[in-house]
């Protein structure tokens, strides 16, 4: 890996400009993570001597080849992007003159491999077919689906099991991420999905479309179980939303602001009447509409903020009492 490193500044250097140390890190590859599609998707490595300060640096091989960018660091362990994978996205930047967002289906979902049978149960499935996505340990099961996304558009609901894409099956996440992320924005993609409440699969072609958030993949986050959570934040009250641009939100009949995704039903969010599709154009006065607002959006806990709301293309304003943090009263299963 080569890439800066700390290092103090020489004695004699210039006092003017940048004073940078290039270093080498040597490091084995333990494993490659191949995409659907079979190339190689991610390159996974070893090193005694690894931090955050080598991401972003250069992958070679022994004979100077460039394999990557290493993108993730965790304890003597890290990934690497592969050179084949920069490329396509920066072939995909030039060709646009801007920046691409990521193809969007707007669901949620997690593995069946890594769900119990109880839990595949209560959502819906009868005992015999939820023993058969169990044994067979194959597809994504919903858990949510943005209202307005292709995935509602097209039908899609809590408790569906997408089985394959494009003919593959999906084994976990990865899989799924990485068949999406092989399709262009308004692409279209066929998915094989198994439902609770019919006997067979259905074949639904559906066009994906760019992402309403730049950094939707990291602002939908669970506010259950979360490892850490802001105070005064929307997902301390039970609240996910994603942030839409004002031509998003013109076609709800809004300035833009924050789509609600999911509301916890044990909420005081949920009780005061806000619900998934929701668009919340500001909340005590705060335009959200702009992207720009301060944080924390909520005031301290006990106290009452105004959310303007709008639905169907009405507005409302609805009260909603902040509590110290939705993580310690409910659970989400």
């Known amino acids: 890996m080569i890439g800066p490193q700390p290092a103090p500044r020489a004695e004699g250097a210039a006092k003017t400009g940048i004073y940078v140390r290039v270093g080498q890190t040597d490091a084995v590859v333990t494993g490659l993570s191949k ?10 490595i070893k090193a005694a001597k690894l931090s955050a300060a080598n991401i972003g640096g ?22 690497i992007v592969p050179i084949a994978s920069v490329r396509s996205a920066v072939k995909r930047v030039m060709d646009r003159q801007a ?21 595949i149960l209560g959502v819906g499935w009868e005992m015999a077919r939820a023993k058969e996505l169990c044994e067979n340990q194959n597809g994504i099961l919903l858990t949510s689906v943005v209202p307005g996304s292709p995935a509602a558009l097209n ?42 409440d019919k006997a067979v699969t259905e074949a639904l072609q559906i066009e994906l479309r760019e992402s309403p958030d730049p ?22 009250q039970g609240i996910e939303a994603i942030a839409i641009k004002p031509k998003v939100g013109m076609r709800m009949g809004a300035s833009g602001g924050l789509l609600v995704v999911y509301v916890h039903p044990a909420a005081a969010a949920h009780k005061a009447g ?22 924390p959006l909520l005031k301290q806990p006990g106290t009452s903020s105004a959310f303007t709301v709008i639905r169907n293309k009405q507005k409302m304003v609805l009260t909603i009492t902040t509590v110290k943090d939705v993580n310690t009263v409910h659970s989400r299963q």
């Not at 995409?35 to 996974?44: D, E, N």
């Not at 967002?101 to 890594?114: F, Q, T, V, Y």
């Not at 899989?175 to 094989?192: D, H, I, R, Y």
């Open 99 to 119: 920046s691409v967002p990521r193809p969007w289906l707007g669901i949620r979902g997690e593995s069946i491999g890594a769900m119990s049978l109880e839990k």
């Open 215 to 236: 950094l939707f993949g990291r602002r939908v986050s669970s506010a259950f179980g979360f490892r850490h959570v802001e105070p005064g934040s929307l997902i301390s």
């Open 155 to 196: 039908q899609l609901k809590p408790g569906d099991v997408i089985l394959s894409v494009n003919n593959a099956q999906i084994k976990n996440g990865d899989e799924f991420s990485w068949m999406l992320q092989e399709v262009a924005p308004g692409g279209s993609v066929q998915f094989t999905v198994a439902r609770p």
């Open 35 to 44: 995409s659907p599609s079979g190339g190689i998707a991610r390159i996974k």
């Open 274 to 295: 806000l619900r998934p599709g929701d668009v919340i154009e500001a909340i005590d006065g705060q335009n959200l509409s702009t992207g720009q607002y301060q944080k």
């Open 58 to 79: 250069i992958a070679v091989n022994d004979a100077g080849e460039t394999l990557g960018i290493l993108d993730a660091v965790e304890g003597h362990e890290a990934t």
